[in-house]
Nanobody
Framework: QVQLVESGGGLVQAGGSLRLSCAAS????????MGWFRQAPGKEREFVAA????????YYTNSVKGRFTISRDNAKNTVYLQMNSLKPEDTAVYYC????????????????WGQGTQVTVSS
């Protein structure tokens, strides 16, 4: 069983930046698609971004394209989400998750989740 721990959330003004990290332990993530999701109060959890096992392919939801960048360091068993030009509507709890080994569009097979990190963007 893989354990995922997110960090890097916080309070930031609109237009600011944050970098989230997701550290994995227990099992490797280096052979799996990894993703970031978010859940705002009163809303369902939604997909944000995903990256394939090598880091060579990425996929984003339309609302974050050009502002967010997902990356990974397999040597550190860690995945990152760089968030720039943040907007109040980006406020949510952000979760990372391990997906399937195979890459697909849309990415799927997410079955291991972290506990989340809160991101709050003030206007």
């Amino acid at each position: 069983q893989v354990q995922l721990v997110e960090s890097g959330g916080g309070l930031v003004q609109a237009g600011g930046s944050l970098r989230l990290s997701c550290a994995a332990s227990g099992r490797t993530i280096s052979t799996h698609t990894m993703g970031w999701f978010r859940q705002a109060p009163g809303k369902e959890r939604e997909f944000v971004a995903a990256i394939d096992w090598s880091g060579g392919r990425t996929y984003y939801t339309n609302s974050v394209k050009g502002r967010f960048t997902i990356s990974r360091d397999n040597a550190k068993n860690t995945v990152y989400l760089q968030m720039n030009s943040l907007k109040p509507e980006d406020t949510a709890v952000y979760y990372c998750a391990r997906g399937s080994i195979a890459w697909g569009i849309p990415p799927r097979g997410f079955g291991s989740w972290g506990q989340g990190t809160q991101v709050t963007v003030s206007s």
